[in-house]
């Protein structure tokens, strides 16, 4: 009997748990109609199409980040990286609030340039990469520092700069960990629930005027609506979010 | 903002409708809570259409001006949005007269006509009309009730707080800005419980009437 593989299946069972009580009552005794309709679609939409915009942001502004860290060990910055998530992440809404508002600078320069972050496509957006691009850094930083810098080093020692080496020989071949990086980037802005719903609990802009995040949708059917529909809508959500979480899995192993 | 004060100090419909049009013209942003989850939405978007039905004779005459603007925001409760209206992301919220009063906010006295706060005009208020997600909703007086759950957990401590609300409420939910029924009155489809049928004796409460849509 190997009991460390007993005990941490055990764990992980146990773990999974109250995902599949929801499973169950979700798809059985407490299925409402309204946890798979029309609005529960379009939410859900807005989540996977804000999520995965803020992943390619995170992707396109946080990989020279995650590189830069595993080939500079500097525990200030990466502490710094860590701020967004070790923090309540309604605080994270509540500084993006002020941040926009009209009444600060920082607002009022935002809306002189056109840019509106309260219950807008934008504000969902940046919220997301706010709490995502720490997870992107952290699980990218490790690929980065497990690389052979050897060809690194044979480009710098050409005269290729840091950021010229980073593009033409440190990307191409990272491709697969970056995706796999974006993808659990995706998985956590999907699963964001605090600083959006003070941010963007509805979004009023077209194509999804006075649509709610996913998340939020659940706890205003949980709020509103009673148990059921906030359960059968949960397991439309997870229905959905749980291929993500194991293409990451089957994107990293190739 | 202005509009809407000097309409107030005259009372004037030629000024609420300056006031009420340039509030509906997407100059500002207008917060209302969603009228599905929050009463206070619902009250939000009705008592625009009493206005517009007082003022231009249309009840649709500054709702739908504001909806096609898109200058409503709203959210999930009137509550919930204070701190975003403080932060300046809109200019006015439909909220009650109680809670502006309890959020210390700055509020406007609308005409009886429109606020939904007289119910002797419980009529003319349920000619407004709005579609939610349940059906059709009319218009009508909002009237603050309390009761005590069947099950409550705590039920002689909330018996003794309906009974301190009744006695002694008056000055307590005027300070909010509420205007309390003298004496308060009970509405019921059961027998009340002994405590209640005790203050109706002692015409400490009268009867209202029945509970009902």
């Given at each position: 009997m190997n009991w460390l593989r007993v005990i941490a299946l055990s764990f992980l069972f146990l773990l999974l748990v109250p995902i599949l009580v929801l499973l169950y009552f979700g798809l059985g005794?407490?299925?409402?109609p309204v946890g798979y309709g029309p609005e529960v679609f379009r939410s859900v939409a807005l989540s996977l199409v804000s999520s995965a915009v803020a992943a390619t942001v995170d992707v396109v502004a946080f990989t020279p980040l995650a590189y830069y860290l595993a080939r500079n060990r500097n525990r200030v910055t990466e502490s710094l990286v860590d701020i967004p998530v070790s923090i309540p992440h309604p605080i994270i809404g509540v500084a993006l609030l002020v941040v926009s508002s009209p009444i600060t600078p920082t607002g009022a320069f935002l809306i002189s340039i056109g840019?509106?972050?309260?219950?807008?496509i934008a504000g969902l957006v940046i919220a997301l990469v706010v709490v995502s691009a720490p997870i992107y850094v952290k699980s990218l930083q490790p690929y980065f520092e497990s690389r052979d810098p050897s060809p690194e080093q044979f480009a710098m020692g050409l005269g290729a700069s840091q950021l010229r080496t980073f593009f033409t020989v440190v990307l191409p071949d990272s491709s697969r960990s970056v995706i796999s990086g974006a993808l659990l980037a995706m998985s956590r802005g999907l699963s964001e629930f605090g600083s959006i719903a003070i941010l963007a609990y509805y979004v009023l802009q077209s194509p999804f005027y006075g649509v709610n995040p996913a998340s939020v949708l659940i706890y205003q059917y949980y709020s509103y609506f009673g148990l059921g529909a906030a359960v059968t809508t949960s397991v439309t959500l997870i229905v959905i979010s749980v291929p993500l979480a194991m293409a990451v899995r089957f994107v990293r192993r190739g | 903002m202005s509009g809407f004060e000097g309409a107030a100090k005259s009372n004037a419909a030629s000024d609420w409708s300056s006031a009420f049009a340039s509030l509906a013209s997407g100059m500002v942003k207008v917060g209302i809570s969603d009228p599905n989850a929050d009463p206070a939405g619902l009250r939000g978007w009705l008592v625009l259409e009493a206005a517009g039905s007082l003022y231009e004779g249309n009840q649709s005459a500054y709702a739908a001006p504001l909806l096609h603007e898109k200058a409503n925001v709203t959210g999930s409760a009137a509550a919930n949005m204070v701190a975003p209206l403080q932060a300046g992301q809109f200019q006015f919220l439909f909220t009650y007269r109680s809670a502006a009063i309890a959020q210390h906010l700055g509020y406007l006295q609308l005409d009886h006509r429109v606020n939904?706060?007289?119910?002797?005009l419980a009529s003319s208020y349920a000619l407004l009309t709005y579609r939610l997600a349940s059906g059709l909703t009319k218009g009508a007086p909002i009237i603050l009730c309390m009761t005590v759950p069947t099950n409550a957990p705590h039920a002689s401590e909330a018996m003794q707080f309906v009974q301190y609300l009744a006695k002694s409420s008056g000055p307590v939910v005027s300070a909010y800005g509420l205007q309390p029924f003298t004496p308060p009155l009970l509405y019921n489809n059961t027998a009340p419980p002994p405590f209640v049928s005790q203050m109706l004796a002692d015409g400490v409460v009268a009867q209202g009437g029945s509970l009902g849509p």
């Open positions: 005794p407490l299925r409402t840019i509106n972050l309260f219950n807008s | 939904l706060g007289d119910q002797k």
